[in-house]
């Protein structure tokens, strides 16, 4: 018997080879953009050929059309199969086109599904706003209480939704508890990964069904792209890979070329920023300036124990309270030099925002959001931390 050698290499490795033919059209070393809209057949019998393999099942050897695949697009999807321990990935336009897509192929009208609170705004807004158009319910619950997400499934219940770990506190799901639950009821589970990344998580490996990752943010690591994905297995994924067609919510090429560059460092970055995010966070929380620092590496977090026992590393994210109100909190972000003032995360540049400030105006919606006024999050990229910590002192010295 033949051993395929790759499925035996480590993530590093795999996210620099997975995915890429050995050798390359014109003997390239990096996988080219096909820019094409649509691909031809030599004649009417490879038109046949290519019919019979798609009503079989099997998956074909060639594209067909630019809205159903790609040669670039279907090397990422290779790839990142391979980080997350998947039998396919499907890449989309964006995070929430993942999201939104696979919800829409796995709920019908009647079947409920069950989400964590501290999922992302947007997946709650389409959760709560579009789904009951199509007569699907949604119960949110808390991520930390086992027990309200247990009585939480009724036998309707189609699905289980949550994120590992939250945005903006870094909240953490027991995912063993989650899949428990999920199997006795026979549910499907589905993760939004994207603040851990296959680095420090796999979830598959933990028994989730679907593993959902925004490639905007860590994957792509360069701030320079959009596109989603969901991981899982071939049988699930078909029917996705289906409304992704009718949908025409697929990435695009010169998008899958920019990820397939920059998930060959992944692991490198996600390493740095695993090291500079502990640091920053244990700086932070001997501030007398800072009233809390959210960071799942710090013993003070809700979740520490559980984070310490499903994640490799705990990320490049910090989120904490500058002691004070909105302005303070505004007036220290404006007094930082070396981080971008912005809404994303998970680039080689530090990025820093105030969530209520992009959230909403209006007060009350962000207390029910739980976004608080003094909130700051700040996602590192791979400067030196020495660097970040100066800079975040100076800030501090001035308000």
Known sequence: MTVNT???????????????????????????IVQASTYTFRDSAEIMAFMQDKAMGKHPLRDEYGRYS??????????????????????????????????????????????????????REFARSLLPRWGIETTFVPIDSPSALSQAVRPNTRLI?????????LRVMDIEHMVELAQKHHLLTMLDSTFATPVNLRPLELGIDLVIQSATKYLGGHNDLLAGAVIGSRHLLADIQTTRGILGCISNPNDAYLLIRGLKTLALRVAR????????????????????VYYPGLPSHPDHDLAQRLLAGF????????DGD??????????????YIGPTLGGVESIIEQPAALFSLEPLERKAAGIKDNLVRYALGIEDAEDIIADLSQALDRI
């Open 326 to 339: 909105f302005e303070r909190a505004s007036r220290f972000i404006d007094a930082l030099q070396l981080p």
């Open 273 to 292: 920023q695993n090291e500079n995010g502990l640091r920053v966070a244990q700086y932070l929380e001997s501030h007398p300036k800072v009233a809390r």
């Open 70 to 123: 790609n040669p670039t697009i279907a090397s990422a999807e290779a790839k990142l199969a391979a980080l997350e321990g998947g039998e396919q990935a499907l890449l989309f336009a964006s995070g929430m086109g993942a999201i939104t897509t696979t919800l829409l192929s796995l709920l019908s009208s009647g079947d409920h599904l069950v989400m964590a609170f501290d999922s992302y705004h947007r997946t």
């Open 6 to 32: 790759q499925t035996k290499r480590q993530l590093a490795t795999q996210a620099v080879h997975a995915g890429e033919t050995r050798r390359k059209p014109f003997g390239a070393i990096t996988t080219p």
């Open 315 to 322: 990320g490049g994210v910090v989120s904490f309270e500058i």
């Open 161 to 169: 939704f949550s994120e590992t770990p939250t945005n903006p506190y």
